[in-house]
T-cell receptor, first 114, second 114 residues
Framework: NAGVTQTPKFQVLKTGQSMTLQCAQDMNHNSMYWYRQDPGMGLRLIYYSASEGTTDKGEVPNGYNVSRLNKREFSLRLESAAPSQTSVYFC?????????????FGPGTRLTVL | AQSVAQPEDQVNVAEGNPLTVKCTYSVSGNPYLFWYVQYPNRGLQFLLKYITGDNLVKGSYGFEAEFNKSQTSFHLKKPSALVSDSALYFCAVRPFSGTYKYIFGTGTRLKVLA
């Protein structure tokens, strides 16, 4: 039982390049989330998917797109990377069937945009 | 606007002394309340949560948290701090209904001194 996995762990991009961050969970959770973590700002929600087939914007969705590929996988795409997107990205999953809807986090992807 | 406040960027405590990490929130209704811990270069790990019932919640690694509805606070506590407790701690809130979104505080860095 791996929990939540993310790939890659590290990535360096040039401004304007694109990339996709991958996330998968093996806990059969319905809901999945993408956050970014910046110093002094805590975690900010980029997009979330309440259940398979649905996605919704979070607090900071501009410059990002997501795909809920199936129940297990939720990817985050940067179409044209900007230096302001330098951050650590975390994927999380949760399930309201578990009382209290605890989120479980992946190890993160550290992205630098030059 | 709904928000979570962690008023202290850093808390220093001597090993063996009790510790408190503060959290207050401004959310309508009766939210679910969470504490997470983040060790260097790792994802967030769940510590404990409050859903309903007893105001004192016990969690992992000897941590506990006290819910105070009148003060809208959910402070994290531990009777005797360990050096290994040094980490970044996040308070999070999920409104009881109507949304799958979580609101995170900006984090408090706990430093336990030997």
């Amino acid at each position: 039982n791996a929990g939540v996995t993310q790939t890659p762990k590290f990535q360096v991009l040039k401004t304007g390049q694109s990339m996709t961050l991958q996330c998968a969970q093996d806990m059969n959770h319905n809901s999945m989330y993408w956050y970014r973590q910046d110093p002094g700002m805590g975690l900010r929600l980029i997009y979330y998917s309440a259940s398979e087939g649905t996605t919704d914007k979070g607090e900071v969705p501009n410059g990002y797109n997501v795909s809920r590929l199936n129940k297990r996988e939720f990817s985050l795409r940067l179409e044209s990377a900007a230096p302001s997107q330098t951050s650590v990205y975390f994927c999380a999953s949760s399930d309201r069937a578990e009382g209290g809807d605890t989120q479980y986090f992946g190890p993160g992807t550290r992205l630098t945009v030059l | 606007a709904q928000s979570v406040a962690q008023p202290e960027d850093q808390v220093n405590v001597a090993e063996g002394n009790p510790l408190t990490v503060k959290c207050t929130y401004s959310v309508s209704g009766n939210p679910y309340l969470f504490w997470y811990v983040q060790y260097p270069n790792r994802g967030l790990q769940f510590l404990l949560k409050y859903i309903t019932g007893d105001n004192l919640v016990k969690g992992s690694y000897g941590f506990e948290a006290e819910f105070n509805k009148s003060q809208t606070s959910f402070h994290l506590k531990k009777p005797s701090a360990l050096v290994s407790d040094s980490a970044l701690y996040f308070c999070a809130v999920r409104p009881f209904s109507g949304t799958y979104k979580y609101i995170f505080g900006t984090g408090t860095r706990l430093k336990v001194l030997a």
